[in-house]
């Protein structure tokens, strides 16, 4: 069974009828690239705060699978610690809070509880040491580290210290929702070259994108276009071509049909 | 003698043990003239300081109850105890501290606090500091860090040229309390161009039930000289309530600083009251770090006046109300002298219907000219049953004078603990990290030692009675 697995997935806003998704089913493995694509409004950041565990969305029909485990079971902390990652496309601020710290947190969070249910916190030289590795990896200055989380970070600047957090967490499933709107030019090439040397055996990445110049770089498997919370065509590296030169009008004009 | 320990059903409060009570003189409740007599006749006392006690005693009966700030309807001044004396006073060494006592400082951390980075240490039990020491290389330089009832004794020019003399008793109705029942405390001069690298500690313990501590402290810091003082405090959790009212002067003299750290944790049953001012001459600077986070209900304000030229004053706040808790804190600046320079920085955290109010005065005297402020409080709301409120009062005489007064209130928000969640944090330590984030001004200023402390204790909060 891929390792993720999403069936007539249908959510609405918590507390209200609005609904967002309306059935959507997508199969994806580690090892494989997809993208998803989609008018403004149709989801696409819904779907990825469903899958990882927003309260502010309720699913109402279906289900997803990870790892063959009810993924829909679990809190947020407890998807991110079963390998399952977010790169938001407005991450948050937390004053106060150093990157390096926080992410410190966040890799003693996953060694939490290992194999014989031991904390196991990560040594500080260790843990600088691979920090140090992929914040150069990423071309983000040293100084950064001793920054607040996301505060007052431009908006590139964010997207790639959520590509640096994705790098020390090594998830297994990385959806990465926007993360190329608001990098520039170089910055495209250095989060892109990030992605590509953690995607293997070991990870596969949903790219949630309007553009297709992220997807010259992290080749996609599979291209989805999302419409109105479904999902209405997919296809090879090639439907992001179309789209680019037709928009979405035809895609929507065949989905009436 | 083994302590009787109440460890049981205590929630989340770790300080809310007692012991068993064995007193050298525990005066009948209540509070009258004769009281005060025998306090000052067990001291020892020269009449001048009689005559000083009965005077403030007629003004705080003839004080109204303050009704602007917490609700203080709940004390009753006939059920407290206003003198205990535990134990024979001022030990200089621990195995002289009655073996009870002693266990219970060592529960709080002193003694192995003093070994490693203090300079000095003063243990206030009940009524009475019944520990002291000073270290003997900054006794020779002339430091005096002693209780303030033995500073009377002992040094009774000196004492008495500043007593009082910051804080009057009629200065509100607690300070006049204070003034007539005060007992323990600390002294402290600094000889001029001395600084004191390592703290001084006071740690003031009430442990009877319904007790009143009144602790009065008076520190010089001459010319030129630095001292850092830290206070802690604990009491246990009983049903009844107890009073802390103390009073705190102190006297910066040209170009000298003094800091004044409070973590103030008593219990919730605990109302605490407490006046404190400092006077800051020429080129001195005051700097005041409040923590509060236990008690009933607090008022403390602590003051500044600015009263030398080119005199720096700064007060950090932290207060934290939980469930059954009022924190009215905040502080007082005024500018006196020209080109003196303020800065009022207050974050408060409420929780679990907690309620925490800024109160905060800020004064430009007429000829303060070239003065300038910054005043900046933040209020953290964890959920929708907590409350904050702000009252910051501005008051400019002066001309050309630059003032900048910030107040945000945010809510602890679902999306930014999610965010933290996703990166595997559990909804615990997401809110955690955030509240010590938002404290993070504050506590970088502490050293290392406080800093961990305070984020522990606002962990702790953080986490009593969730849900
Ligand atoms: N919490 C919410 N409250 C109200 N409406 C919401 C909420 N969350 C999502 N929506 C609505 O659901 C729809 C889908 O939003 P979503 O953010 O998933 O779109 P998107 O495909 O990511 O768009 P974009 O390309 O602009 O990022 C939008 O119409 C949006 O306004
Ligand atoms: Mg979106």
Redesign the pocket.
Known sequence: MPDLVIRNLHAN?TGTD?E?LKGIDLQMSKGEIHAIM??????????SHVLMGHP?YEVTEGEVLFEGANLLDLAADERSRAGLFLSF?YPFAVPGVTVANFIRMAVNAHRKGGPDGVDNPVRIPEFRKQIQEAMELLEIDKSMASRSLNDGFSGGEKKRFEILQMAMLQPKIAIL??TDSGLDIDALRIVSDGINRLVGPNMGTLI?T?YQRILDYVKPDQIHV?MDGRIVRSGGAELAHELETSGYADIAKEVVS | MAPETADVDLGEYKWGFHDEENPVIKIERGLNEDVIRQISAHKGEPKWMLDFRLDAYEIFLSKPMPNWGADLSGIDFDNIFYYLKPAEINARSWDDVPDTIKNTFERLGIPEAERKFLAGVGAQYESEVIYHSLKKELEDQGILFLDTGQALLEHEDLFREYFASIIPSADNKFSALNSAVWSGGSFIYVPPGVKIEQPLQAYFRINAENMGQFERTLIIVDEGAYVHYVEGCTAPTYSSDSLHSAVVEILVKKGGRCRYTTIQNWSNNVYNLVTKRAVAEEDATMEWVDGNLGSKVTMKYPAVVLKGERAHGEILSIAFAGEGQHQDAGGKVTHVAPNTTSVITSKSISKDGGRSSYRGLLRVNKDAEGSKSKVVCDALIIDPESRTDTYPYINIMADQVDIGHEATVSKLGEEQIYYLMSRGLSEAEASALIVAGFVEPITKELPLEYAVELNRLIQLQMEGSVG
């Open positions: 806003i609005t967002i989609g008018p403004n409004g149709s989801g696409k950041s819904t779907l502010g496309q929702d926007e949630i309007h999302l």
